[in-house]
C-alpha cells in the first residue's frame, strides 16, 4: 500500500475573494460618483469659464481658504475640547482606573464606578465630533472670512463707539463667529466637567468616602470650566453692544437714547461682573 501524500495536490484559488474586492471597490467608486458626480461637473464647468475670463485664481480661492479653515478649526477645536480633560484625569484618577468587577448585590452595583470603561472612547468622540462640526460649519463661512481678511478702511466712523464703518462691514460678522465658537464650547465643555466631577463625589459619598480633597477637586474642575465659559460670555457681551447700532425701533433704526444711556452702559457692567466671576 502506497503511502498517501500529506497534503493535498489541489491548488487554492483565492482569485473570486480578489474580484470581490475589486467590486466592493468598484460600487463604492459609482456610489461616490453618483451623489456627487452633479457637484464635481458643476465645479468643473465653473472652473472652465472663470478660467476664459482670466480669474481662474479668485475662483479657486474660496476652494483654497475653505479648504484652509476646515483643517484649522478642526485641529483647533479638537484641542480646544481635549486638553481640558488631559488636565481632569489628574484631578481624578478614578476616570481611567477601571474597577475588577465581581458578582455583587443590587446595592452594591451603585458603588461601582462604570465610567473608565466609556470614559476615553467618550472623550475622542467628543472631541473629534466637535471639532468635525465647528470645522464644517465654519468652512461654510468663507464668504465673511474673505471679507476679514481683505477689509478696507471706509473713512467714516459711527457717533456711539467711534469705530470705522469697515471694521462693521468686513470685521465684525467674524469676530462674532468666532465668540459664538468658543463660547458653544465654553458651555459644553462646562456641562460635561460639571456632570463628570458629580459622578465622582455621587460615588464618594454612596460610599461615605467625601473628603475635603475630593471636594476640593470637584470644585477646581467645575471653577475652570466655569472661568472659561465666563470669559466667553463676557467676549459674547462686548460685542453684542455693536449690535445697537442696528436695532429697530418704531420711528428709526439705531442707537435709541435709552440705548446709549441705560442698555449700554448695563452691558458694560455685566461684561465687568463676568470678569470678576472668572
Request: aromatic letters at 16%; a positive charge.
Amino acid at each position: 500500500m502506497k503511502d498517501e501524500p500529506l497534503f493535498d495536490d489541489e491548488v487554492i484559488d483565492i482569485r473570486p475573494r480578489k474580484r470581490r474586492r475589486w467590486l466592493i471597490v468598484l460600487a463604492a467608486i459609482i456610489i461616490f460618483l453618483f451623489l456627487t458626480g452633479s457637484r464635481i461637473t458643476s465645479i468643473y464647468i465653473d472652473s472652465l469659464w472663470f478660467s476664459s475670463v482670466g480669474y481662474s485664481n479668485i475662483y479657486w480661492y474660496k476652494f483654497r481658504l475653505g479648504g484652509m479653515l476646515f483643517l484649522f478649526f478642526l485641529v483647533v477645536t479638537f484641542l480646544i475640547i481635549r486638553l481640558p480633560f488631559v488636565f481632569l484625569n489628574r484631578f481624578f484618577p478614578e476616570l481611567t482606573e477601571r474597577p475588577r468587577l465581581r458578582p455583587v448585590t443590587v446595592e452594591e452595583i451603585r458603588e461601582v464606578n462604570f465610567l473608565p470603561f466609556f470614559y476615553r472612547p467618550g472623550v475622542w468622540l467628543f472631541s473629534l465630533a466637535g471639532g468635525l462640526l465647528a470645522a464644517i460649519n465654519m468652512s461654510r463661512e468663507w464668504p465673511e472670512f474673505a471679507l476679514y481678511l481683505n477689509s478696507q478702511h471706509a473713512g467714516a466712523s459711527d457717533p456711539i463707539f467711534n469705530r470705522d464703518v469697515g471694521f462693521y462691514l468686513f470685521k465684525l460678522p467674524v469676530l462674532e463667529l468666532l465668540t459664538g465658537w468658543i463660547q458653544t464650547i465654553a458651555v459644553l465643555l462646562f456641562i460635561v466637567i460639571a456632570a463628570i466631577s458629580g459622578y465622582i463625589w455621587y460615588l464618594e459619598r454612596i460610599r461615605d468616602a467625601v473628603t475635603v480633597n475630593t471636594r476640593r477637586r470637584a470644585t477646581a474642575a467645575i471653577s475652570a470650566a466655569g472661568a472659561f465659559a465666563a470669559l466667553t460670555y463676557a467676549a459674547s457681551t462686548y460685542f453684542d453692544r455693536y449690535d445697537l447700532l442696528w436695532s429697530r425701533n418704531e420711528l428709526f433704526t439705531g442707537v435709541s437714547y435709552t440705548d446709549a444711556n441705560v442698555r449700554l452702559i448695563a452691558m458694560n457692567i455685566l461684561i465687568v461682573l463676568f470678569l470678576l466671576a472668572a
